[in-house]
C-alpha cells in the first residue's frame, strides 16, 4: 500500500485554499498541484533556516521554482507557509528534533491478522521528550477528516510505533490555507484498521 503521494487523493478532498485557483477547470488543477508542491517545499526546508531570513528564503524560492505562478499567489504561499511555521502550538513539530518528507516502508500488522506492506512519505515527524508528532500536509481549507486520511495517519502511526516504544504517538492533519491542526485520535486510527479486515 503507498498511502501517500505529493498530492495526493485526500489532499484534494476539501475546498480548496489557493483563491486563484479553478480546480473545475485542467489548468486549475495543475496550479493546484503546482501550489500544493511548493507549499510543501516550503515547510520542508524552512525550518531549517532562521526565523528572520526565512522570508527572504522562501522569496527567493518561489522566484525560481514558482515563476509560472502570479505575484499575488505566490504572495499567498509565502504568508501561509510562514504562518504555519510561526505558530506556537506547532513548535514542536518544526523544532531541532523534527525531519521532513521521511520515507516509511514496514510490514503492518492488521487487527484481523493480515500483514500488509506499506511505503509511504511522511510529511513531518517531530520527537519531543513525551511523543512523536507525525503530520500530513492537506492544501485546502478544513473541513470533515475524511475516512481515507485517518487511514493513511492510521498506517504511518503503525509503521512508526515499533521505533519509539516509549513515546506516545499522535498523529495530525495539518491544513497549510489556515493552520488550523486536527489531531486523529489512537481510537480513530485504530477504527480505520479494524476496516481493512
Known sequence: MRPSNPLGAA???GSTGWPYVDRTRSA?????????????????????VPPERRAAAAERFLAAQGAA????????????ALAVLGDPALLPLFGPQSRAEVAVTAAV??????????????????VTDEAVHVVDYKTG????VTPKQVLQLALYRAAVEPLYPDHRIRTHLVWTASGEVVEVSAGECANALETMG
Open 69 to 80: 505562478l502570479d505575484a499575488d499567489h505566490r504572495a499567498a504561499l509565502l504568508a501561509q
Open 141 to 144: 481549507l478544513p473541513g470533515d
Open 109 to 126: 500488522r492488521l487487527p484481523s491478522g493480515r500483514v500488509v506492506d506499506v511505503t509511504g512519505q511522511i510529511d513531518r515527524i517531530g
Open 28 to 48: 486549475g488543477r495543475k496550479q493546484a498541484a503546482a501550489s500544493g508542491r511548493l507549499m510543501h517545499r516550503l515547510l520542508q526546508y524552512l525550518p531549517d
Open 11 to 13: 489532499d484534494q478532498a
